[in-house]
Every structure is written in C-alpha cells, then in structure tokens.
C-alpha cells in the first residue's frame, strides 16, 4: 500500500515538471515570429521632376536618373527605412523675370538648370501583403534634398547665352529642400520594384515667385 502511494506522487512531481518546462518554452517560441529584421540594399531608376513655378501659372516637366542604398528595419507588419540617394534632375523656367537676387525685372526666356542631389528619405510603412517570396509595401515619410552641383543656364530674348558663376548661383539656389513622399513598392524574393511621390515643402529657387517641385521617381533594386 505504501509502495502504491509513492509511486502516484512521483508520477505526479513529474507530470507537474513537464508542465512548469512547457509554460517556460511557450513565450520563447511565440516570440520568434515578432523578431526584429534587418535588411540591406541598392537600387536605381528614373526620375520625372515636374515642377510648378509663377506660382502654380506655369510648369514644365523633365526627366533623369539615379541611384543608392538602404537600410530596412521590419518587425512583424511595419517597417522604417532610410536611403541615400544621388539624384540628377532637369528643369526649365520659361519667360521668367529675375527680381530680387541677380537684379530687378531682368527678363529671360529660358533658365535651364541641371543639377545633382543627394535624397536622404527617412520613411515609415507597412506590408499590406507579406509572404517569404512576394510582400506588399505602402510607406510616407519626410525626404531631405541637398544639392552638390547646379548647372545653370539663361538664354535672354536677344538669344544671348549667359551661365551663372558660382557666386550668383549661391544667391539664387537655396542648397537644400525637404519633401514629403509617398511610396508603394513590392518585393519579389530578392528583387524590389518602388513607385515614389514626393513634393517640395519649400522652393530651391530664392526668387518672389514661388517654384515647387513634383517628384516622380521609378526604381528596381535588390536586397544583398
């Protein structure tokens, strides 16, 4: 009889164990599903500026090219990422009149710039749809433009040519603009396709009138 009573609670000190080992390990093993992920990248594309300016009475548009790197920080359906960009864009001011800068109401009938940014968005999203070979991204966030290098051009009504000195360019170009951007992008396994927007919150042109750019960038890249 004693024999009997021993051999139940043993039965039950380890029963009581197994339990106590399980609840330790269930935590561990939900946790793995919401680990922190990083990933690294490059990618490049084109660029269409579309640019309004004579406050919003004329625009034009213009395309280029560019290229970089990021960094992803995901965790379960959100994401953040930063990017380093280098940008060269084009655009045209047509039939403008300079009237602070340079000098007072001084026509010209083509300003052509040219010029190279560095784009250092930092941005917040979310996987609309994530699967191990294909994932969904929607994402805004704030993008900071500085410029490395302008080429400046104006052809005046006497079809006179005329590049501006780095000095007048100074005067006239502020060396950065900040954007708010708007994305969606898809992953294919290693490969990524983004669609971005992205408007200036400010003008890089010192001039009265105010000029605003619309920035469409199309870029494919990979995840190293």
């Keep these: 009889m004693l024999m009997l009573l ?38 490049i594309g ?4 579309y640019f309004k300016y004579k406050n919003g009475t004329q625009r ?8 970089g790197l990021f960094l992803r920080v995901s965790r379960q359906m959100a994401f953040v990422q930063i ?36 784009g250092i968005p930092f941005i917040f ?3 609309a749809v ?24 104006i052809e005046q009504n006497n079809n006179e040519i005329y590049r501006l000195s780095k000095k007048e360019k100074r005067r006239i170009f502020r060396p950065e603009q900040f954007s708010y951007q708007l994305g969606m992008g898809m992953d294919i ?15 890089f042109f010192k001039e009265n009138y105010r000029t605003q750019t619309h920035l469409f960038q199309f870029t494919i890249g990979a995840i190293f």
Excluded: H
Aim: no cysteine; charged share 20%; aromatic share 14%.
């Design 6 to 43: 021993f051999d139940v609670s043993a039965n039950n000190d380890t029963s009581a164990s197994v339990d106590i080992y399980q609840q330790k390990r269930k935590p561990l093993f939900f946790k793995t599903g919401g680990r922190i992920r990083l990933q690294f990248g490059g990618q």
């Design 60 to 67: 034009d548009e213009a395309a280029g090219y560019q290229g």
């Design 189 to 203: 396994a290693m490969f990524i396709f983004d669609i971005k927007y992205s408007v200036g919150m400010r003008s």
């Design 46 to 49: 084109a660029n269409l500026n």
């Design 83 to 118: 990017e380093v960009n280098m940008l060269r864009s084009m655009v045209f001011l047509k039939n403008g009149v300079f009237n602070r800068e340079i000098g007072n109401n001084i026509p010209f009938e083509q300003l052509r710039l040219k010029y190279y940014t560095v």
């Design 130 to 153: 994530k699967n191990p070979l294909y994932k969904l991204r929607f994402y805004n966030g704030i993008e900071a433009a500085f410029i490395t290098k302008i080429k400046a051009t």
């Design 125 to 127: 999203g979310a996987y």
